[in-house]
């Protein structure tokens, strides 16, 4: 049975850093991202990193970029997002989720998400 299990989640100011884990069981896949959803908000990618090319490519959305850098070892089944300079604007719910195949914006298999709260 697949599960993904996200952590690292939590309530910090503005301009803290803070870092969420992803481990995965039950199978390997090639890529892994993250998204995240807002109060009242539908959810929005944040970043995935792509091992189907045989590296790690990371892709990011525009708004973090600069700010996060996504990590993972596919070997491991393990992920991570690096948030530095946090914004209350990335106050959200934090998803895991994963595919087979190269990078795209659709999923598969979803973690029960994390929650990160920015303070200003």
């Known amino acids: 049975q697949v599960q993904l299990v996200e952590s690292g989640g939590g309530l910090v100011q503005a301009g803290d850093s803070l870092r969420l884990s992803c481990a995965a069981s039950?199978?390997?896949?090639?890529?892994m991202g993250w998204f995240r959803q807002a109060p009242g908000k539908e959810r929005e990618f944040v970043a995935a990193?792509?091992?189907?090319?045989?590296?790690?490519?990371?892709y990011y959305a525009g708004s973090v970029k600069g700010r996060f850098t996504i990590s993972g070892d596919n070997v491991n089944n393990t992920m991570y997002l690096q948030m530095n300079r946090l914004k209350p604007e990335d106050t959200a719910v934090y998803y895991c989720?994963?595919?087979?195949?190269?990078?795209?914006?659709?999923?598969?298999?979803w973690g029960q998400g994390t929650q990160v709260t920015v303070s200003s």
């Open positions: 990193i792509s091992w189907s090319g045989g590296g790690g490519a990371s």
């Open positions: 039950g199978r390997t896949f090639s890529t």
């Open positions: 989720a994963a595919r087979d195949g190269q990078f795209r914006y659709d999923y598969d298999y």
